[in-house]
């Protein structure tokens, strides 16, 4: 760059006096607005701008020292990225919250009315999207290399609202307001071919060479936001791709001077980036969506070409070049559009490429669930990507050939794992594709990793098990604690000093402060302050009023069956009654908080949501339970509205069917800001219980082992209703009407579906449940030993931090260093 261009180092200062002049300036020459009519938006864009200046400094220092080191990276591609909102966390991570919120005082204005304007981006379903987005602060954070790259949906995950107790989906706008947090980069595209068909021929030197001719193409252009670590110079790349239509497809050609045709294609073009599918666990096999995933993997491979062949080195140098990681397998399509781009434009010979493809991945598998196995049917596959699919018979034959080699004559051993599934309609098995093509495998929690293999990639662990790890998830303590809980934070860093943020296990020496009954004392000011701040939003957004002193008992997670929120249900209906027929039922105030999302067309989780509201209306009028039982469900569960929560609940629902949930994450939020948990052997509650201790948490129900054992005894839900007089009660009241104003019928489905199915075993696991609940009850009566059982949770936590979890993807998986950045002089010196 030509240095006489570089900006005035004043212009990106971290003080209040050029925060000011930053905030001034940017409403004026980049929003145009005259102060007098700037909106509480104009307001908002021109801090987002304004610290977005001193995110693209580092962020272009970043690259430049990336680009000098010829640094080894990571690629982490994924469908999703459940960011949340950017403001609040650039000023943390670039450590200037104090400065941005003074300078705003000074101009008139509240920061945190300027933090509310923002809308999130909800391009993710859940655990696995926002998993992403918490790596991404922690290789930023611990300065790794790293590019995420993804698809920018111009419409994330859908609002909800509720209306009479239902669900209702609306459209998420959220790039309506603008957003001024990602840049386009419209010189940084590809075009990315659909459809069609393939031609064999021979190149000029007489090798056998496939041509695809694809029936369309579109172009993906690069939009790109900084990822700035926390308080280092590191500002790593989020690379979205927008789907547009090429310019360079000839449209008059092809349709003969049809405008409208033309004009269609461009919409149809488009449609491929429109909105995220909202299924968090089954998946429809749309075309739209494989053509998503394979936009979106195709312009990321070119793209990792494309940079690396500026160092001007071979392409057969790629996987010393990049870790790509497959955030589960909906971009393992990658792997056949890597070796098509290796074999058939750049003309590698088969076996080299595959090396370098095989050496290039890995896969993380995030779920056992059958329905959630991305399977694509061979004709639909065969008219998206006629070429692929041809790759992928080659890649299975070769596959299959080293199968038969090692089980000779196993058959079915070879059906078990081919790639193509051949029983009824044919379809190819994406996480198998994943699995045969990446040189690591892993699991996100130990019990999860050791299911899979004993189960799921049974095969295929018997086959390599040196490609298998387990990498335990993390979170990352930035947001969901230092930015979400400043009451906890700051408490922390009186008694420990602020290494915490980026050294969790640091937390490990609160311990003996669980014994020291002022600081005791404190620690639950902190959290009646939050819980006072949620009951607030409570009343404002479900109109319910709560109780701060009363026990905060939170599930919040994307509603399913197996999650089972409506074994939650079971135990409010069984606790209203307990309560309503013993006045002096030993029991303290109770508040049950449910949140989350409903797959739009699962019809039993939609249930579920009016299930929950009925109960509340129910108990909430009750006046024989009033001041001692209250319910509530608060709509539209996303990033931003999560951060009143974790931080002010008492107790948290983990009460998945032992071996369904991988790991969760939720259960690692809440613990961190000082809740106890109740929960199953299931995901990393079996970690977290063993890293908190048994004594500090309120483990129930069926393990992994004896649940599959009861599947195969033939599991009878209908006994279980018959011996328990309270489990029947409440099954008869939600059955008969008692929640819905007599209305029989309306939750008929859920009950029968528990009383002659049950396959989450809801009914088995009741008593315990219950049981635990009491016992958890009685625990918070006991304020003294509770507040105890609350610091050693926190104390405890540290192994759940992203950090810790990035740290082992580098170490086993990866193979990539930091490569610390420093600012050129002028910019330090203006710090
Ligand atoms: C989640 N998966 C797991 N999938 O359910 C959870 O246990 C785990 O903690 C988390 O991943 C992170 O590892 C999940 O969130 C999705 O949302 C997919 C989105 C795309 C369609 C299929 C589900």
């Not at 989450?760 to 030993?785: K, N």
């Amino acid at each position: 760059m030509n240095p006489k261009l570089m900006p005035p180092p004043r212009s990106v200062g971290l003080s209040v006096e050029d925060f000011k002049q930053s905030i001034a300036g940017k409403l004026f020459y980049t929003l145009a607005r005259f102060p007098e009519v700037a909106t509480r938006n104009d307001v908002y864009l021109a801090v987002a701008h304004a610290v977005r200046d001193r995110l693209l400094e580092r962020w272009l220092a970043t690259a430049a020292t990336y680009r000098d080191r010829q640094s080894r990276s990571v690629c982490y591609l994924s469908a999703e990225f459940l960011l949340g909102p950017h403001l609040g966390n650039n000023l943390l991570n670039l450590g200037v919250q104090a400065e941005v919120r003074q300078a705003l005082r000074e101009l008139g204005i509240d920061l945190d009315e300027v933090l509310a304007q923002e809308e999130e981006p909800g391009l993710g379903n859940g655990g696995l999207g926002r998993l992403a987005a918490c790596y991404l602060d922690s290789l930023a954070t611990l300065q790794i290399p790293a590019i995420g790259y993804g698809i920018r949906y111009e419409f994330g995950i859908f609002d909800q609202v509720i209306r009479d107790g239902w669900q209702v989906e609306l459209t998420d706008k959220w790039l309506r307001l603008g957003n001024p947090w990602e840049i386009p980069r419209p010189e940084i595209a590809f075009e990315v071919s659909l459809g069609g068909r393939t031609e064999t021929g021979s190149d000029g030197d007489g090798n056998y060479r496939v041509r695809w001719i694809p029936e369309r193409v579109v172009k993906g252009v690069a939009y790109d936001t900084p990822i700035l670590g926390y308080r280092v110079n590191t500002a790593n790349l989020l690379r979205l791709w927008k789907a547009e239509a090429a310019e360079s497809f000839d449209f008059e050609a092809f349709n003969q001077g049809d405008y409208y045709g033309a004009v269609e294609q461009k919409l149809f073009s488009e449609n491929i980036t429109k909105v995220l599918y909202p299924n968090d666990v089954a998946l429809q096999g749309k075309q739209l969506r494989l053509e998503q995933q394979y936009f979106f993997v195709s312009c990321s491979l070119q793209d990792m070409i494309r940079i690396y062949a500026q160092s001007g080195r071979s392409i057969e140098g790629f996987d010393r070049k990049y870790a790509v990681q497959l955030n589960d397998t909906h971009p393992a399509v990658a792997v056949a559009e890597l070796m098509r781009l290796l074999v058939d434009v750049h003309g590698l010979p088969w076996e080299r490429a595959w090396r370098i493809t095989c050496n290039s991945f890995g896969y993380t598998n995030h779920t056992l669930l059958p329905e959630a196995l991305e399977k694509w049917p061979l004709p639909l596959f065969q008219a998206v990507l006629p070429r692929h699919l041809e790759i992928i018979y080659e890649i299975n034959r070769r596959f299959l050939d080293q199968v038969r080699l090692r089980w000779p004559g196993d058959q079915e051993r070879v059906a078990r794992l081919s790639l193509i599934d051949e029983g009824g309609a044919r379809s190819v098995r994406m996480a198998h594709l994943a699995c045969v093509g990446s040189h690591a495998i892993n699991g996100v929690a130990r019990l999860h990793s050791e299911l899979l293999k004993r189960d799921l990639l049974h095969d295929f662990h018997e086959l390599w098990p040196e490609k298998f790890s387990n990498q335990t998830n993390g979170v990352t303590p930035r947001r969901f604690l230092a930015l979400i809980n400043p009451g906890l934070a700051s408490l922390l860093t009186r008694v420990l000093g602020d290494s915490w943020t980026r050294d969790l296990e640091r937390l490990r020496e609160l311990e003996p402060l669980a014994e020291d009954a002022a600081f005791r004392a404190e620690w639950r000011a902190v959290k009646r302050a939050n819980k006072r701040a949620l009951a607030e939003e409570v009343q404002r957004r479900a109109g319910v009023q709560v109780d701060p002193d009363a026990l905060f008992d939170v599930q919040v997670k994307r509603i399913h069956e197996y999650k089972r929120q409506h074994l939650n249900l079971l135990h409010v209906a069984a606790l209203h009654e307990r309560l309503r027929r013993d006045p002096a039922y030993a029991a303290p105030a109770r508040c049950v908080l449910l949140a989350g999302k409903a797959a739009p067309g699962y019809r039993l989780a939609k249930l579920i949501i009016k299930l929950v509201h009925s109960v509340a209306a129910a108990v909430n009028a009750d006046p024989a339970v009033a001041g001692r039982l209250r319910m509530a469900f608060l709509p539209d569960y996303n990033v931003q509205n999560c951060e009143r929560i974790f931080p002010a609940a008492d107790l948290s629902e983990q009460i998945s069917t032992a071996g369904k949930e991988a790991s969760g994450t939720g259960n690692m939020k809440f613990a961190l800001n000082g809740a106890l948990t109740i929960g199953t052997l299931d995901g990393a509650n079996v970690e977290i219980r063993e890293e908190v201790g048994a004594e500090n948490f309120f483990l129930f129900g069926l393990e992994e082992g004896e649940a599959a054992q009861l599947r195969r005894d033939g599991y009878r839900p209908r006994d279980f209703y018959e011996r328990d007089p309270e489990l029947r009660l409440v099954l008869d009241r939600i059955g008969s009407g008692f929640y819905s104003d007599g209305e029989a019928s309306l939750f008929q489905p859920l009950v029968d579906g528990l009383l002659n199915e049950d396959p989450f075993l809801l009914l088995d696991d009741f008593r315990s449940y219950v049981d635990r609940q009491q016992e958890a009850g009685c625990a918070y009566q006991d304020t003294e030993g509770w507040t105890r059982m609350s610091i050693l949770n926190v104390a405890r936590m540290g192994r759940f931090s992203s950090d810790r979890a990035i740290r082992d993807y580098c170490r086993d998986i990866w193979q990539v260093e930091p490569q610390p950045v420093t600012l050129g002089a002028d910019a330090e010196r203006s710090r």
